[in-house]
């Protein structure tokens, strides 16, 4: 059972324009969210994440948005560059239980057209 | 500053072998934990190591085997391979505590034939 979801495998931007990757989660637990990326033959890299305490984080291009009454969660970057072309997975977990395991999407790739 | 190291990076097995893959962590990380990722899926917790022992475990038969020694590397055993465990397999390392982001390494592909 999928307890993160990324119903969306592909995406295509204009350099410049915004990018917004979305997820949504099943598992009411969870109060920590993150994203990573990961470029070919690389393991995933830590990007950006959220408490459930907070409905948005910012970091430089970078806004993560939380909707916990719809379980929902979105990445956006702007302005998209060519160098952000990789897979984006949404991973979460439940800190309270004393628990740091990570459940991850199944990704969406993520292509910046110069 | 050293990353998360794995190796080896490829691997070919045939089915019933048994492999081992290791892992050393990032520079100052005490936690390995490790992660399977299949073909076009996000990666699956396997495990957990922390002083030592296996903290979590995730939706894994007992196949899966782990180790951590005291610099804090680690070692994920596989027996009786199956086609099924082909796989990229992903170490990450962290430092105790809630909600630190994982490290991961490149990971370790291994192809059972």
């Known amino acids: 059972d999928q307890q993160v979801k990324q119903n969306s495998p592909s995406l295509s931007v204009q350099e410049g324009r915004i990018s917004i990757l979305n997820c949504d989660y099943t598992?009411?637990?969870?109060?920590?969210f993150l994203w990573y990326k990961k470029y070919p033959a690389e393991g995933p890299t830590f990007l950006i994440s959220?408490?459930?305490?907070?409905d948005k984080n910012e970091d430089g291009r970078f806004t993560v948005f939380l909707n916990k009454s719809a379980k929902h969660l979105s990445l956006h970057i702007v302005p998209s560059q060519p160098g952000d072309s990789a897979v984006y997975f949404c991973a979460a977990s439940e800190s309270r239980s004393g628990a740091n395991n990570l459940f991850f999407g199944t990704g969406t790739r993520l292509t910046v057209i110069p | 500053d050293a990353g998360v190291t794995q190796s080896p990076t490829h691997l070919i097995k045939t089915r019933g072998q048994q492999v081992t893959l290791r892992c050393s962590p990032k520079?100052?990380?005490?936690?390995v934990s490790w992660y399977q990722q299949a073909l076009g899926q996000g990666p699956q917790f396997i495990f957990q190591y922390y002083e030592e022992e296996e903290r979590q475990r995730g939706n894994f038969p007992d196949r899966f085997s782990g180790h951590q020694f005291p610099n804090y590397s680690s070692e994920l055993n596989v027996n009786a391979l199956l086609l099924g465990d082909s796989a990229l397999y992903l170490c990450?390392?962290?430092?105790?505590?809630?909600?630190?982001?994982?490290?991961f390494g490149s990971g370790t592909q291994l192809s059972v034939l």
């Open positions: 959220i408490s459930s305490i907070k």
């Open positions: 598992n009411s637990m969870f109060d920590y």
């Open positions: 990450a390392s962290s430092s105790q505590g809630f909600n630190e982001k994982l490290f």
């Open positions: 520079s100052g990380h005490d936690t």
